[in-house]
């Protein structure tokens, strides 16, 4: 079974600094696509980011970028010029080549971002 | 916002209880799926629908059961409620039923089991 690992239960970064937040999963698959999630106090889960297991190249939004390593099964986050709207929960997510859609989400990294 | 809504936003029931919660789909979206979101903790996946049809299933007892209608809309429902079902579920819609789509979520049902 796949599981996602998020060691990091809180994690805070100053307005305009850049904070990476951590995640490892492990699979025996090799064809996957791993996401992070943000979900701000309104409880809706949005999309930040996601990277297709088979494209080397780490994937950019804006201000937010991954670090995907692939044999060490680990995809972090990097958020740079943190803003205050960037406060929320932030999930890392699974789904394989035979999941069907199916999400498998980490714990869970809570971020502060202060003023 | 995204276009997928769900009701009640809370619930309150009592042990043994049944309930339904509900949600609409975006529009153009075929798939939807469900899942458990204990306090501080993640989504589990509790199954998904594509086109009508159950087309996965998480580690979830039968008293979780679900239905999607014609218009993709969705239903959760919960038999014999325990403590432990207590937990914010959400609804996500996809178009299409692989893994290869984005899922947009709703903002969630908060149930309480008392």
């Known amino acids: 079974a796949q599981t996602v690992t998020q060691s990091q239960p809180e994690m805070s970064v100053q307005e305009a600094e850049t904070v990476t937040l951590s995640c490892t999963y492990d699979t025996s698959e090799s064809d996957y696509y791993l996401f992070w999630y943000k979900q701000p106090p309104s409880r809706q889960m949005i999309l930040v980011i996601r990277q297709e297991a088979y494209k080397q190249q780490n994937a950019t939004e804006n201000r937010f970028s991954v670090n995907f390593q692939k044999a060490a099964k680990s995809f972090s986050l990097k958020i740079s010029d943190s803003q205050l709207g960037d406060a929320a929960m932030y999930f890392c997510?699974?789904?394989?080549?035979?999941?069907?859609?199916?999400?498998?989400f980490g714990q869970g990294t809570i971020l502060t971002v202060h003023p | 916002e995204t276009g997928v809504t769900q009701s009640p936003t809370h619930l309150i029931k009592t042990r043994g209880q049944q309930v339904t919660l509900r949600c609409s789909s975006q529009?153009?979206?075929?798939?939807v799926s469900w899942y458990q979101q204990a306090l501080g903790q993640g989504p589990q996946f509790i199954f998904q629908y594509y086109r009508e049809e159950e087309n996965g299933r998480g580690n979830f007892p039968p008293r979780f059961s679900g239905l999607q209608f014609p218009n993709y809309s969705s239903e959760l429902n919960v038999n014999a409620l325990e403590l432990d079902d207590s937990a914010l579920y959400l609804c996500?819609?996809?178009?299409?039923?692989?893994?290869?789509?984005?899922?947009?979520f709703g903002q969630g049902t908060r149930l309480t089991v008392v």
């Open positions: 997510a699974y789904a394989g080549g035979t999941s069907y859609g199916k999400l498998t």
């Open positions: 996500a819609s996809r178009s299409g039923g692989g893994r290869d789509t984005e899922a947009f």
């Open positions: 529009s153009g979206h075929n798939t």
